[in-house]
């Protein structure tokens, strides 16, 4: 694990929307701290989405571990006056205790179905609404967009390059740690690579060669100091650059060890096309080529379906930001208070009360169905939520690898339908369904909530 | 400033791309590490923006004074086999020694106009690529986005409420600054207003009402520890609640203080204008409507087209991630080397060469036309880049607080003519020259690499 600086907002009570704060107090004043449950989950899928993939968890179960306040964080609480110095006195002393029940990291999941519970009192689980959302929605919103883009290029290397344009540090590392969790093969940021373990790649930027009066002489010079780098040729004519990649093959003979070209802008399936003629031409069959500029799902999908001998794909921004899909409707609801379940009403979308499980159907290594059933039925199938924490600390369960959260990503990427794998969005959505038990709960407790408005 | 922990990315040399590192080893190697000038700016305005705003400089500014590398940083690096140690024990002494000047924050900018310019080594100045694309892209979009819905909600208040679902907390923590930048009265975030001495604002959410067996009870207990509150009131039936407020107050009669209620689903218009009639009637005129729920700048314009009696925004998700322009074109360019002005051609769109100046001309306190010229060009207007860092250390251009910033901002936003500041796209874009001295530049250095590629 790496270190934790001090101000890091995932350790920080203050990353949280003030009412969370407020309605604490009310809590604690009014002596109504009772157990809570909270689930994460999202309504809908976004248009041209067919399954979205958890993740985030290990950060939420990490700041959950360490979360407090600081002398700093209370002198600036009690500037806000607000708050009473009895409250102020019992958040000096905070500790998440609770118990957290999640699907594993790189698990599919489709609406409604909770990808993390938080059992706790409600003072608690109320607090750390922010934090949980924040930690688990962009992880889950880029895990799933890198999840198409490697589909998309269906056993060619992907190399996440976005770290410019994410939305700030948090984001880019976390775009580089989900990327590589559904399957690329490492990632351009330095940090993300030291952070969490993940191999990082580069090739060389346009303005190397510009300060070299000579683009054969940057090719030459940089090659020799790294045998096995890839060369970037479009900065002035990207196909005289392939030509002077291949006259430095030429010289160099034997020592000779470039391991890629690298095409930035053009038409990158023509330019790859008459690439690989020259260097195949040039006895150069084993230099690859590796694309980069704009790429998303889609382009890859294009690039490869129209035959573009195109070896790897730097996917940046568009996978960064999640562009098509920048957010989901995600929401950390409270389903149970006091051991009764609750709900709202005023929402034109149903949400089902009460603590609840998802069971997974499979057959034939391919998922066919889900139900959302309550957590203490007994159902036919896969049970997807797991205990990861309990009395605020982290089971074995909370404890996953990186790898083994990949291992599990590609297991899970593996048994979706075809229909759903597809960039194309399904005719027929996945099947999720309420169970008998938990629809009556949900029934009843409607006509009660109604009946008392009513009343 | 705020106390800034170790292992921040903002710190950390290792926040950049790894071709950065081995670039700058190379450039090591080859005694070649002259003084560089690049740009950072965007190329086209995203289809639906008239301009963007330039935000973010404070914290690029803050990193280069504190840029470095730890001795773990190193140890990483050494694993990765790329890097000599001599070149090692030159990142051990980083510090960044150059100069930037950029565009003071909130200042409204377009296509290809430097927002920052680093002049420094080029070892240095390639090596913050990253974190100042980063640091820059996200601010600037985020804050282009809130000039926007500040602008639609035409002197009603805005509050930011983005936090959940920010790309990470970086993000939430930015978004929630360049709201208030633009206009924006405060945020939900308690972390953003200590770190950013925002005002920091809230109400209540449905679970606090959830957790009482009665609506009317969770008011009047909310109410009487927070006089100045603002009641949620959508949780089962959104009139329903507003009855429950109107006999709260008739209780209360003069100890009620209840500010505003908020209302947070349904067709916001047409309850606000029922729960005004309500309250009107029940002559709690001083009682504010709050409205919130998925809003962008587009909602908040309709509601106040058709008459909404709506007194302040709460606008969260679509704000903070910019749900519609998740990312700009934004790139960080070389332009010289060695005091020679550089360019690539194989891109498709023009980048001019040399270090620049951007001079803006103002009518009747409206900007009408920019020029970018050459640095050292004498022309008539207001030039936009100004020195913030010299020898690695912050001048007072580079120190504006965030209420300076805010008050520029406003004053931007009040000199863009009518069309630009409209929801709707110009017909005409902004007038954006090249000065006929840096035309001639790059035509110049066009036929000269030119001349050398087919030579």
Avoid at 398 to 422: C, F, K, M, N, Y
Wanted: charged fraction near 25%; glycine fraction near 8%; proline fraction near 5%.
């Amino acid at each position: 694990m790496h270190d934790r600086p001090r101000d890091d907002p995932l350790r920080s009570l203050l990353f949280t929307d003030l009412y969370e704060l407020t309605m604490a107090r009310a809590y604690a004043a009014e002596g109504t701290d009772q157990e809570a449950v909270f689930e994460l989950f999202f309504r809908k899928l976004p248009p041209g989405r067919n399954y979205i993939v958890a993740a985030g968890l290990g950060d939420v179960l990490d700041s959950l571990e360490t979360l407090g306040v600081t002398e700093d964080d209370l002198d600036y609480l009690r500037t806000l006056g607000l708050f009473s110095e009895a409250f102020l006195g019992q958040l000096r002393g905070f500790r998440f205790t609770g118990e957290v029940w999640a699907v594993p990291e790189g698990t599919v999941v489709f609406p409604d179905e909770p990808l993390v519970q938080v059992v706790a009192p409600i003072l608690e689980a109320q607090l750390v609404e922010a934090l949980v959302l924040n930690q688990v929605h962009f992880p889950s919103l880029v895990a799933s967009k890198a999840a198409r883009v490697v589909t998309a290029a269906a056993g060619r290397d992907v190399v996440e390059f976005g770290s410019r344009r994410a939305h700030g540090t948090d984001a880019a590392l976390k775009a580089a740690r989900a990327a590589y969790l559904m399957g690329a093969i490492g990632t351009s940021n330095v940090l993300a690579g030291r952070r969490y373990g993940i191999p990082v790649l580069g090739t060389m930027a346009h303005s190397y060669i510009q300060t070299h009066d000579d683009e054969a002489a940057a090719f030459a010079a940089f090659a020799a100091l790294y045998p096995g780098t890839t060369l970037l040729v479009d900065t002035y004519d990207t196909l005289e650059g392939v030509r002077k990649v291949i006259d430095l093959g030429r010289r160099l003979g034997d020592r000779f060890r470039v391991r890629a070209i690298r095409l930035d802008s053009g038409d990158l399936g023509a330019l790859a096309g008459h690439a690989r003629q020259m260097l195949d031409a040039a006895g150069l069959h084993g230099v690859r080529i590796f694309a980069s500029g704009g790429l998303d799902e889609h382009e890859v999908d294009a690039l490869i379906a129209a035959g573009a001998p195109i070896d790897a794909f730097g996917v940046g921004t568009k996978l960064a930001v999640s562009e098509d899909v920048p957010s989901l409707d995600m929401a950390y609801k409270l389903v149970a208070y006091a051991g009764r379940p609750r709900m709202k009403l005023s929402s034109r979308k149903a949400i089902y009360p009460g603590r609840k499980q998802v069971i997974r159907r499979v057959e034939d290594g391919r998922i066919v169905r889900d139900v959302i059933g309550r957590h203490d039925e007994t159902l036919e199938g896969e049970p997807l939520l797991q205990p990861v924490m309990r009395r605020g600390a982290r089971l074995a369960a909370g404890r996953v690898s990186l790898e083994e959260a990949r291992v599990h990503a590609r297991s899970e990427l593996e048994r979706l339908p075809e229909e759903l794998r597809s960039l194309a969005p399904a005719e027929v959505p996945y099947r999720v369904e309420i169970s008998p038990a938990l629809q009556a709960d949900h029934d009843a407790l409607r006509r009660t909530l109604e009946a008392a408005q009513s009343g």
